[in-house]
């Protein structure tokens, strides 16, 4: 395994941009996890991908935000108009090889995208 | 609804000293409880997990927490802290049906010389 990999590591936008983040998953982990992290906060759920079907969506995953896992493999995550608030962290996990249980199984963290929006 | 509350977002000890992070959970359901630990500008490393095997955990790097149900903690300890412990340290409880976690809101760990 290569572990979970996100690009860019960084980005900086003028407000009202769209941009667009990626994850690569650990091969063969079905499931896949964005988490949203502010400053002096802990990781905040956003959405959940079990192969390519988008099963759940927080209610901080506004109209702005969409989230993509085509075919199961990589995941991307586009916030259209960005806002200052939308200035975070953005984290991608994924977890679980097939048939394994969902709930106690670790999730592996990427290192993260770290969006500023000027 | 699950949650978790971190008390204490800094801890600072000397280095050779007992750490204590503290953790306490509410759950509806038996829960699952982890500990990640992040450096700066990096994403998480699980530490340890609890799933309902044995209520002693030992993680990584010597740290070990322990379930107590009647108090609904999942309290983080490591004996000696090392410089290299400095770090910020989340405890998380599975949320939804989906295996999602919730976090708390993390402790700043300082490690003097």
């Known amino acids: 395994d290569t572990g979970v990999s996100q690009d860019p590591r960084h980005k900086i936008t003028k407000r009202g941009q769209n941009v667009t983040f990626r994850c690569d998953p650990i091969s063969e982990h079905n499931r896949l996890y964005w988490y949203r992290q502010t400053l002096g906060q802990g990781p905040e759920f956003l959405t959940y991908?079990?192969?390519?079907?988008?099963?759940?969506k927080s209610r901080l995953l506004s109209d702005r935000f969409s989230a993509e896992r085509p075919k199961g493999s990589f995941s991307t995550l586009e916030i259209q108009r960005t806002e200052q608030g939308d200035s975070a962290m953005y984290l991608c996990?994924?977890?679980?090889?097939?048939?394994?249980?969902?709930?106690?199984?670790?999730?592996?963290f990427g290192q993260g995208t770290r969006l500023t929006v000027v | 609804a699950q949650s978790v509350t971190q008390l204490g977002s800094h801890v600072s000890v000397s280095e050779g000293a007992l750490v204590l992070l503290r953790c306490n959970y509410s759950?509806?359901?038996?829960?699952?409880l982890f500990w990640y630990v992040q450096y700066p500008n990096q994403g998480l490393q699980l530490l340890l997990k609890?799933?309902?095997?044995?209520?002693l955990v030992k993680g990584i790097n010597g740290f070990e927490a322990e379930f107590k149900k009647s108090e609904t903690s999942f309290h983080l300890t490591k004996p000696s802290a090392h410089m290299s412990d400095a770090a910020e340290y989340f405890c998380a409880v599975t949320g939804g049906s989906q295996g999602n976690l919730i976090f708390g809101k993390g402790t700043k760990l300082s490690v003097k010389p």
């Open positions: 759950s509806s359901v038996p829960p699952y």
């Open positions: 996990a994924s977890s679980s090889r097939r048939g394994a249980t969902i709930s106690n199984t670790e999730a592996f």
């Open positions: 609890y799933t309902s095997a044995a209520t």
């Open positions: 991908f079990q192969n390519e079907a988008q099963l759940e």
